[in-house]
């Protein structure tokens, strides 16, 4: 079958190429993928660390062409959203039951493809957060994949939004189209008394978030974008009035159990238009190198999409 392999010799770290297909273990389907999304996780750090001859991809749409053995998940013909640690870059995919959402008949693929990793991230560290309504949550790389998606979820939370980016000017707009009330330079523009925060970016930023979080607030540190350290001065971590009993706590997608209810109801909010999924870039095969420079390069802010069918 047809692939994106690991090859660091050419641009953007990726050939396409011939594999065998995917033999499905007794807990997974195989899906024939017609669209998939990229990450900057896996195409910054996935394409430099893999061995060459990996298919990477965590997120695809499809259609369920072999039913799990064990009788879990989906039948064949089902339109499914998939999530594995791997292999989406290509035709088929062997995929866990429990990582697979059952898709709307008029759900368009590409769309869906954006939601495994973006918003399955935003609508867990948000449930990490606990109750949203009516608080303060602040959502940092708000222009991202994953940040576009937690700034519209939080606002369908209840949650008053405040989306941070390196560029408000550039942003505003679209940012409070999807449900932000406040656009920020930086988490030390946030006004403080913050009950949670989604940080995708880490370093310097990390630390002057968790500095606007008031009593009882989570920081949830996603991503770590900077490539910088944390450094938090003495006293940071003292508590207070106002600011007693905050928390960091770090989150990873993959160690997630039970995601096939989650990525189920997304892929029904996207279908039905409540969740927007920002794609921002959308090609075939031979248009890969493009979209993993723009992403590299942080030139892209949103999603980008390969239609693969
Ligand atoms: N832990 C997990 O399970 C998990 C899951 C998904 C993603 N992640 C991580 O979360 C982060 C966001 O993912 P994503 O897919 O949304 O990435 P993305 O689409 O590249 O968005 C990241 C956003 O962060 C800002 N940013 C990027 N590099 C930065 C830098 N050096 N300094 C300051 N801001 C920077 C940019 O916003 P502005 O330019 O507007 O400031 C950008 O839009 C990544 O680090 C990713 O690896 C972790």
């Not at 519209?152 to 941070?164: M, N």
């Not at 009593?215 to 508590?239: D, K, R």
Request: hydrophobic share 45%.
């Amino acid at each position: 079958m047809r692939a994106l392999i690991v090859d660091r010799s050419v641009p953007g770290g990726l050939r396409i190429g011939d594999v065998p297909e995917p033999v499905p273990a007794p807990n997974q389907a195989l899906v024939l993928i017609t669209a998939t999304s990229l990450n900057y996780g896996e195409v910054k750090h996935g394409i430099e660390m893999a061995e060459e001859g990996t298919v990477l991809g965590w997120d695809a749409a499809g259609v369920v062409v072999q039913a799990a053995a064990d009788g879990s998940g989906p039948a064949v013909g089902t339109p499914v959203v998939t999530l594995e640690e791997g292999g989406g870059w290509a035709e088929l995919r062997a995929v866990r039951t429990d990582w697979i959402g059952v898709v709307p008949e008029h759900a368009e693929p590409g769309a869906i493809s954006t939601i495994p990793v973006a918003a399955g991230t935003a609508l867990r560290t948000l449930h990490r957060i606990g109750p949203i309504l009516g608080r303060r949550i602040l959502v940092t790389g708000a222009t991202g994949g994953v940040g576009r998606y937690a700034v519209q979820l939080a606002r369908l939370g209840g949650a008053h939004v405040i989306a941070s980016t390196g560029d408000p000017a550039k942003h505003d707009e679209a940012l409070r189209a999807l449900g932000a009330h406040e656009v920020v330079s930086g988490p030390t523009q946030a006004g403080g008394g913050l009950d949670g925060v989604l940080d995708m970016v880490g370093g310097p930023q990390l630390v002057e978030a968790f500095d606007q979080m008031g009593a009882g607030g989570t920081l949830v540190a996603v991503g770590h974008s900077t490539g910088e350290g944390e450094n938090f001065p003495f006293g940071a971590m003292f508590s207070g009035p106002g600011r007693d009993n905050r928390s960091i706590v770090t989150f990873m997608l993959l160690f997630c159990a039970g995601l096939d209810r989650d990525l189920t109801w997304l892929a029904q909010q996207v279908a039905d238009g409540v969740l927007s999924p920002e794609i921002t870039w959308r090609g075939g095969w031979d248009d890969v190198p493009d979209a993993v420079g723009a992403l590299v390069e942080r030139r892209l802010h949103g999603k980008a999409v390969l239609d693969l069918a």
